[in-house]
């Protein structure tokens, strides 16, 4: 089995159970580690992680923490507040999760320029993105001196306000002017926004890319929808990009909620994650790669 890449699981979509039965069931579900969902919710606290110990129950079964990501949903965790309160209260909730993954032993940590779900500026998009900017770099300087890198992820404009494309991404880790900033596109996300298609922008803006969200077209798992993964999986390799594969399957209806607590939910959904993990082994077999070297290698 070629594992040029390797392929990882948000574990925020397993709902709020215990971090132990989560990574028991990624594991089962055929994946090679966990992208770490940091959040206030108790069960991704970073509280929560120091006491269950999250690096030991990872490698007890036998799984990575290459990635980590904040959960960045509410006001309190929006990096453009004009209200320096909140903003502040954002910038500390992004230390406390720098905190959370560098415990886990997670080298890089997605964060939002601006919360998600939200698509009105406080007051502009010009002062928004500025504040965001000030933000980041504060939170980045923190990073550096945990050996975090931060990551920004491009959202498509009915989530978010700021950095819908891999364009605008550079451009805030530009005005950010901190060496620890990166991009953590999604293959969905790139496939509405990016002007000149997501495999023309990977190849332009692939030595930026740290980490790499993927769902098909349909938004369930790779292999389900219409996007050519062979070409993105090749463009990725020639680029340089070596991270893992964060798979993050969130197709319509989907209810983390349901996957803890309907054990027949649970099970289709753990059945589908078990067959896009067996697509994605084969495209990379099919695939001339010129080494086997992956992430953490």
Known sequence: MNKAYLNIMHTWMFGNIQIADICRKIKAAGFDGIDLSISDDESYSIKNYKISGIQKIASDCGLIV????ALMKGPTHDLSQ???GLRWQAIDF???CIDAASYAGA????VMPSRIFNTTCHTSRSEDW???AESLAICAEYAKRQGVSLMLEPLNRQRVTMV???EEGLKMICDVGEDNVYLVPDIYQMSMEEPKGLVNSIRKYGKWIRNIHVADS???VPGTGNYNWNEILTALWEVGYRGPLSHEPVFIDFDAARVSSDFGYEKKFIRELKIGVSFMHAQMDAIKFVSNTHYGA
């Open 218 to 220: 349909t938004r369930h």
């Open 82 to 84: 004009s209200d320096d």
């Open 66 to 69: 290459p990635v980590a990501s």
């Open 164 to 166: 819908r494309n891999m």
């Open 130 to 132: 500025k504040r965001s």
């Open 107 to 110: 080298k890089d940590l997605l």
């Open 94 to 96: 992004v230390r406390c």
